[in-house]
Protein backbone atom coordinates (compact mmCIF):
# COMPACT_ATOMS: atom_id res chain seq x y z
CA UNK A 1 0.00 0.00 0.00
CA UNK A 2 1.28 3.31 -0.84
CA UNK A 3 0.93 4.79 2.67
CA UNK A 4 1.16 8.61 2.06
CA UNK A 5 1.43 10.76 -0.73
CA UNK A 6 4.52 11.27 -2.47
CA UNK A 7 5.41 14.11 -4.83
CA UNK A 8 8.44 12.14 -6.07
CA UNK A 9 11.40 14.39 -4.74
CA UNK A 10 13.97 14.27 -2.39
CA UNK A 11 12.62 16.68 -0.38
CA UNK A 12 11.84 16.05 3.52
CA UNK A 13 8.21 15.66 4.38
CA UNK A 14 6.13 18.73 3.82
CA UNK A 15 2.60 20.29 4.49
CA UNK A 16 0.16 21.36 1.81
CA UNK A 17 -2.32 23.30 2.56
CA UNK A 18 -5.43 22.32 0.44
CA UNK A 19 -9.25 23.46 0.19
CA UNK A 20 -12.12 20.79 0.60
CA UNK A 21 -14.44 22.51 -1.90
CA UNK A 22 -17.78 21.50 0.17
CA UNK A 23 -16.00 24.76 2.30
CA UNK A 24 -17.39 26.83 -0.53
CA UNK A 25 -20.96 25.70 -0.81
CA UNK A 26 -23.72 27.96 0.63
CA UNK A 27 -21.19 30.69 1.66
CA UNK A 28 -23.52 33.13 3.59
CA UNK A 29 -24.16 36.45 1.84
CA UNK A 30 -21.33 38.78 4.31
CA UNK A 31 -18.84 35.88 3.26
CA UNK A 32 -15.40 37.62 1.73
CA UNK A 33 -15.60 34.69 -0.95
CA UNK A 34 -16.37 36.41 -4.27
CA UNK A 35 -18.30 34.06 -5.59
CA UNK A 36 -15.80 32.34 -8.38
CA UNK A 37 -16.42 28.76 -9.97
CA UNK A 38 -14.02 27.06 -12.08
CA UNK A 39 -10.92 27.94 -13.45
CA UNK A 40 -11.53 31.57 -11.65
CA UNK A 41 -12.20 29.95 -8.64
CA UNK A 42 -9.24 27.84 -8.73
CA UNK A 43 -6.81 30.88 -9.88
CA UNK A 44 -8.23 32.61 -6.65
CA UNK A 45 -7.77 30.18 -4.13
CA UNK A 46 -4.12 29.86 -5.02
CA UNK A 47 -3.64 33.18 -5.01
CA UNK A 48 -5.10 32.66 -1.40
CA UNK A 49 -2.31 30.14 -0.54
CA UNK A 50 -3.90 26.76 -1.36
CA UNK A 51 -1.69 24.13 -2.90
CA UNK A 52 -4.45 22.26 -4.16
CA UNK A 53 -8.18 20.96 -3.58
CA UNK A 54 -9.97 18.26 -2.51
CA UNK A 55 -13.56 17.69 -4.86
CA UNK A 56 -16.31 16.81 -2.58
CA UNK A 57 -19.03 16.40 -5.21
CA UNK A 58 -19.55 17.01 -9.20
CA UNK A 59 -22.18 20.31 -8.26
CA UNK A 60 -20.12 22.40 -6.58
CA UNK A 61 -18.45 25.54 -7.75
CA UNK A 62 -15.17 24.01 -8.07
CA UNK A 63 -14.81 20.66 -10.19
CA UNK A 64 -12.02 18.50 -11.50
CA UNK A 65 -9.26 21.00 -11.86
CA UNK A 66 -7.12 21.47 -14.54
CA UNK A 67 -4.80 24.06 -12.85
CA UNK A 68 -4.11 22.74 -8.89
CA UNK A 69 -3.36 19.41 -8.10
CA UNK A 70 -6.84 17.48 -6.39
CA UNK A 71 -7.67 14.85 -4.78
CA UNK A 72 -11.04 12.76 -3.67
CA UNK A 73 -13.47 11.16 -0.82
CA UNK A 74 -15.74 8.79 -1.27
CA UNK A 75 -17.22 6.11 1.16
CA UNK A 76 -17.24 2.15 1.15
CA UNK A 77 -19.91 0.58 3.19
CA UNK A 78 -18.74 -2.91 1.81
CA UNK A 79 -15.91 -4.29 0.60
CA UNK A 80 -16.80 -5.42 -2.74
CA UNK A 81 -17.46 -1.37 -3.37
CA UNK A 82 -13.16 -1.12 -2.40
CA UNK A 83 -11.94 -1.95 -6.05
CA UNK A 84 -14.71 0.12 -7.47
CA UNK A 85 -14.53 3.03 -6.17
CA UNK A 86 -10.87 3.34 -6.21
CA UNK A 87 -10.59 2.65 -9.70
CA UNK A 88 -13.07 5.59 -10.62
CA UNK A 89 -11.05 7.93 -8.32
CA UNK A 90 -7.83 7.01 -10.07
CA UNK A 91 -9.25 7.20 -13.48
CA UNK A 92 -9.91 10.70 -12.56
CA UNK A 93 -6.32 11.46 -11.53
CA UNK A 94 -6.30 11.85 -7.64
CA UNK A 95 -3.59 12.22 -6.07
CA UNK A 96 -5.20 10.53 -3.03
CA UNK A 97 -8.67 9.86 -1.15
CA UNK A 98 -10.19 10.11 2.14
CA UNK A 99 -12.85 7.27 3.09
CA UNK A 100 -15.62 6.82 5.31
CA UNK A 101 -15.58 3.18 5.94
CA UNK A 102 -18.96 1.27 7.11
CA UNK A 103 -21.74 2.59 9.60
CA UNK A 104 -19.87 2.03 12.80
CA UNK A 105 -22.49 -1.05 13.68
CA UNK A 106 -19.50 -3.30 12.17
CA UNK A 107 -18.19 -6.15 14.86
CA UNK A 108 -14.26 -6.60 14.42
CA UNK A 109 -14.54 -9.48 11.42
CA UNK A 110 -16.53 -7.02 9.23
CA UNK A 111 -14.46 -4.03 9.93
CA UNK A 112 -11.30 -6.07 9.17
CA UNK A 113 -12.76 -7.19 5.84
CA UNK A 114 -13.42 -3.75 5.17
CA UNK A 115 -9.94 -2.52 6.00
CA UNK A 116 -8.28 -5.67 4.14
CA UNK A 117 -10.51 -4.56 1.47
CA UNK A 118 -9.74 -1.08 1.23
CA UNK A 119 -5.60 -2.12 1.61
CA UNK A 120 -5.65 -4.17 -1.28
CA UNK A 121 -7.62 -2.25 -3.73
CA UNK A 122 -4.84 1.08 -2.88
CA UNK A 123 -1.97 -1.51 -3.52
CA UNK A 124 -3.99 -2.26 -6.56
CA UNK A 125 -4.37 0.88 -8.17
CA UNK A 126 -1.39 2.95 -6.58
CA UNK A 127 -3.68 5.01 -4.30
CA UNK A 128 -2.79 6.31 -1.09
CA UNK A 129 -6.18 6.46 1.05
CA UNK A 130 -6.74 7.26 4.78
CA UNK A 131 -9.55 6.01 7.10
CA UNK A 132 -10.97 9.45 8.58
CA UNK A 133 -11.81 9.42 12.20
CA UNK A 134 -15.72 10.46 11.83
CA UNK A 135 -18.81 9.75 13.51
CA UNK A 136 -20.84 7.22 11.49
CA UNK A 137 -18.37 4.41 10.43
CA UNK A 138 -16.14 2.37 11.79
CA UNK A 139 -13.40 4.63 13.24
CA UNK A 140 -16.01 7.02 15.63
CA UNK A 141 -14.49 5.15 18.98
CA UNK A 142 -11.35 5.92 20.03
CA UNK A 143 -10.57 2.39 21.67
CA UNK A 144 -11.98 0.38 18.43
CA UNK A 145 -9.46 2.88 16.14
CA UNK A 146 -6.58 2.65 18.40
CA UNK A 147 -7.18 -1.48 18.12
CA UNK A 148 -7.30 -1.28 14.51
CA UNK A 149 -3.65 -0.05 14.17
CA UNK A 150 -2.81 -2.97 16.45
CA UNK A 151 -4.35 -5.70 13.38
CA UNK A 152 -3.62 -3.13 10.77
CA UNK A 153 -0.60 -1.41 11.42
CA UNK A 154 0.47 -0.35 7.94
CA UNK A 155 -3.32 1.82 7.95
CA UNK A 156 -3.04 4.92 7.50
CA UNK A 157 -5.94 8.09 8.88
CA UNK A 158 -7.27 10.97 7.84
CA UNK A 159 -7.96 13.29 10.88
CA UNK A 160 -10.85 14.62 11.22
CA UNK A 161 -10.83 15.37 15.53
CA UNK A 162 -13.62 16.82 15.29
CA UNK A 163 -15.64 13.97 15.78
CA UNK A 164 -13.84 12.62 18.74
CA UNK A 165 -13.65 16.01 20.20
CA UNK A 166 -17.49 16.68 20.38
CA UNK A 167 -18.63 13.17 19.21
CA UNK A 168 -16.59 11.48 22.40
CA UNK A 169 -16.26 14.92 24.39
CA UNK A 170 -12.67 14.37 25.09
CA UNK A 171 -12.43 16.86 27.71
CA UNK A 172 -14.88 15.37 29.70
CA UNK A 173 -12.05 13.52 31.80
CA UNK A 174 -8.53 13.38 31.51
CA UNK A 175 -7.46 15.26 28.16
CA UNK A 176 -3.78 14.55 28.32
CA UNK A 177 -4.78 10.61 28.95
CA UNK A 178 -6.95 10.63 25.62
CA UNK A 179 -4.01 11.88 23.68
CA UNK A 180 -1.65 10.00 24.97
CA UNK A 181 -4.00 6.97 24.21
CA UNK A 182 -4.43 8.45 20.33
CA UNK A 183 -0.16 8.57 19.81
CA UNK A 184 -1.04 5.23 17.48
CA UNK A 185 -3.38 7.21 15.48
CA UNK A 186 -1.32 10.27 15.06
CA UNK A 187 1.93 8.20 14.16
CA UNK A 188 -0.51 7.10 11.45
CA UNK A 189 -1.60 10.50 9.92
CA UNK A 190 -1.67 11.37 6.51
CA UNK A 191 -4.26 13.72 5.73
CA UNK A 192 -6.23 16.21 8.12
CA UNK A 193 -9.70 17.87 7.72
CA UNK A 194 -9.33 21.11 9.25
CA UNK A 195 -12.93 21.71 11.50
CA UNK A 196 -12.54 22.95 14.98
CA UNK A 197 -15.00 22.03 17.10
CA UNK A 198 -16.31 22.55 20.72
CA UNK A 199 -17.13 19.71 23.16
CA UNK A 200 -20.91 20.22 22.48
CA UNK A 201 -20.78 21.27 19.28
CA UNK A 202 -19.13 20.04 15.88
CA UNK A 203 -18.06 23.64 14.31
CA UNK A 204 -17.27 26.06 16.39
CA UNK A 205 -16.10 29.90 15.17
CA UNK A 206 -12.76 31.18 15.37
CA UNK A 207 -11.66 34.88 15.49
CA UNK A 208 -8.10 34.83 15.11
CA UNK A 209 -5.21 32.53 15.61
CA UNK A 210 -4.22 34.13 18.70
CA UNK A 211 -7.75 35.05 19.87
CA UNK A 212 -9.89 32.77 22.95
CA UNK A 213 -12.66 31.09 20.95
CA UNK A 214 -15.63 33.28 20.80
CA UNK A 215 -17.69 32.12 23.73
CA UNK A 216 -18.52 34.16 26.47
CA UNK A 217 -18.89 31.73 29.39
CA UNK A 218 -16.52 32.50 31.91
CA UNK A 219 -13.73 29.46 32.43
CA UNK A 220 -15.11 27.61 29.07
CA UNK A 221 -12.78 25.45 27.05
CA UNK A 222 -10.10 26.95 24.78
CA UNK A 223 -10.99 24.43 22.17
CA UNK A 224 -8.65 26.53 19.52
CA UNK A 225 -5.62 25.53 21.57
CA UNK A 226 -6.78 21.99 21.97
CA UNK A 227 -6.94 21.33 18.53
CA UNK A 228 -3.33 23.14 17.84
CA UNK A 229 -2.47 20.45 20.16
CA UNK A 230 -4.40 18.21 18.37
CA UNK A 231 -2.65 18.73 14.96
CA UNK A 232 0.29 19.65 16.09
CA UNK A 233 0.62 15.98 17.56
CA UNK A 234 -0.99 14.56 14.57
CA UNK A 235 1.91 16.68 12.31
CA UNK A 236 4.50 15.19 14.50
CA UNK A 237 3.40 11.95 14.05
CA UNK A 238 3.55 12.29 10.33
CA UNK A 239 7.26 13.72 10.85
CA UNK A 240 8.76 10.87 12.59
CA UNK A 241 7.32 7.83 10.11
CA UNK A 242 6.92 9.81 6.80
CA UNK A 243 9.92 10.01 4.10
CA UNK A 244 11.49 11.60 1.59
CA UNK A 245 8.95 13.72 -0.81
CA UNK A 246 5.61 12.70 1.53
CA UNK A 247 3.31 15.10 1.82
CA UNK A 248 0.54 15.78 4.37
CA UNK A 249 -2.12 17.46 3.56
CA UNK A 250 -3.97 19.73 5.49
CA UNK A 251 -7.68 20.54 4.03
CA UNK A 252 -10.13 22.87 5.97
CA UNK A 253 -13.63 21.46 5.52
CA UNK A 254 -15.75 24.01 7.29
CA UNK A 255 -19.66 22.97 6.46
CA UNK A 256 -22.66 24.82 5.72
CA UNK A 257 -25.99 24.99 7.91
CA UNK A 258 -28.16 22.30 5.56
CA UNK A 259 -26.35 19.96 7.47
CA UNK A 260 -26.10 20.62 10.52
CA UNK A 261 -22.63 22.05 11.03
CA UNK A 262 -22.55 25.98 10.73
CA UNK A 263 -24.70 27.53 13.22
CA UNK A 264 -27.08 29.69 12.36
CA UNK A 265 -29.44 32.57 14.37
CA UNK A 266 -31.67 34.79 14.27
CA UNK A 267 -30.89 38.20 12.83
CA UNK A 268 -32.24 41.72 13.93
CA UNK A 269 -34.89 40.78 10.77
CA UNK A 270 -36.02 37.62 12.16
CA UNK A 271 -34.10 35.84 9.54
CA UNK A 272 -31.47 32.65 10.70
CA UNK A 273 -28.19 33.72 9.46
CA UNK A 274 -24.69 31.49 9.50
CA UNK A 275 -22.74 33.12 12.09
CA UNK A 276 -19.73 33.66 10.50
CA UNK A 277 -17.71 33.47 6.87
CA UNK A 278 -16.60 29.74 6.39
CA UNK A 279 -14.18 31.21 3.96
CA UNK A 280 -12.47 33.91 6.00
CA UNK A 281 -12.14 31.25 8.45
CA UNK A 282 -10.44 28.98 6.32
CA UNK A 283 -7.38 31.58 5.67
CA UNK A 284 -6.85 31.51 9.66
CA UNK A 285 -7.09 27.53 9.35
CA UNK A 286 -4.48 27.83 6.40
CA UNK A 287 -2.17 29.75 8.86
CA UNK A 288 -3.04 27.71 11.81
CA UNK A 289 -2.02 24.85 10.01
CA UNK A 290 1.69 26.04 9.05
CA UNK A 291 2.62 27.17 12.45
CA UNK A 292 1.66 23.63 13.88
CA UNK A 293 3.59 22.12 11.14
CA UNK A 294 6.67 24.13 12.13
CA UNK A 295 6.12 23.89 15.71
CA UNK A 296 5.65 19.86 15.24
Given at each position: MPHYLNDGTRDAPKLRVYLNTDNLTDLPAHSIWPGLTGEAALRRLAEDGFKGVQLAKPDSAVTRSESLPFCGLDRINAPEESDPVFARHAARGDQCLTLHLGWGM????????????VLTASEKHRLPAFVETHRATITQDMWRTVRMTERFPEIRFNGDFSHLYCGQEMVYGDFETKLDFLQPVF????????????????QAPIEATDSRPRLAV????????DFKTLWTRAMAGFKR??????????????????IYYARVFP????ELREESDRYAEALLYRDIARHCFAEA
Open positions: EDDDAVDQLLEADRIGFLHGRIAAPGYMEGARDYLAHAGPGDVLIFAPELLRPSAPDG
